[in-house]
């Protein structure tokens, strides 16, 4: 169990720090493990991934030299939307927002998919202040959506700063992981007075979230954003996936069986 919980975390930074999403492949594992609870596989997730998402934000700020102007004030507003999220998330169950959450995605990946040229170069869409504006809304609405729910941020992150703001993939996910960062780092900090992480666990799972990432970041700076655009849509159709399934079973199966 052990080897399958760490191949899964090094499969994991490995696809945070191309597009985002590792969430996908290191949580359910670690809900695999005997013994676990939810909330110490969530703060020990958050551990391992905070490990993995500081050395791919390294890597990315050295070779990629993302535009900080953007990406730190981004960062500051994406960590306040994100204890937002968590406060919502308290009130109201996230399986009322996941049927909105698969639409958008259907979205993304059909408007990837058939505008092949999104994301090749850089083409601001906006300057000066309606620039930063824009940016900020992003990371309030993907940190808001960080604390409610989790996974993909990452990759809403990417979406976003392609789409909206109008960067290549590769410096929007040079600028995602600068952002994710900030939320996975917010997110640790909740968890950690509630005893939550287990620190051995989570220190062996954050070696191999750094090597992965380490990885991944130097495979998406070496083969740019035509890369990166295929390794992002693979994972929003496994986050479609997972968040249908999740749907069909906390939203339809129990009217049907009722």
Known sequence: MLVLVVIAAFGAGWVDAVVGGGGLLQLPALLL???????????TNKLA????????????????????RTA??????ALAGSFGGAAVAIVLPASAFKPIIVVALLAV???????PQLGAATRLRFQGRRHHIAAGF????????????????????????????GYDFLQASAKAKIVNLATNTGALLLFIP?????????????????????????????????FIRI?????????????????????????LTS
């Open 72 to 77: 730190l004030p981004m960062a500051a507003i």
């Open 194 to 226: 509630h005893g939550a992480v287990l620190w051995m666990f989570g220190g062996i799972l954050a070696v191999a979230n750094i090597a992965g990432s380490y990885l991944g970041s130097r495979m998406a700076i070496s083969r740019g954003s035509k």
């Open 231 to 255: 390794v992002f849509l693979m994972v929003v159709v496994l986050l479609i996936g997972k968040l249908g399934v999740d749907v069909w079973n906390e939203n339809i199966a129990p009217v």
């Open 109 to 115: 990946a059909l408007f990837t998919t058939f505008k």
């Open 49 to 68: 991934g905070v490990a993995g998402t500081a050395t791919s934000t390294a890597t990315y700020y050295r070779r990629a030299k993302p535009d900080l």
């Open 138 to 165: 992003s990371g309030l609405v993907i940190g808001f959506y960080d604390g409610l729910i989790g996974p993909g941020t990452g990759t809403f992150l990417v979406i976003s700063l392609v789409a909206l703001l």
């Open 33 to 43: 493990v005997p013994g676990i609870t939810p909330v110490q596989a969530l703060a």
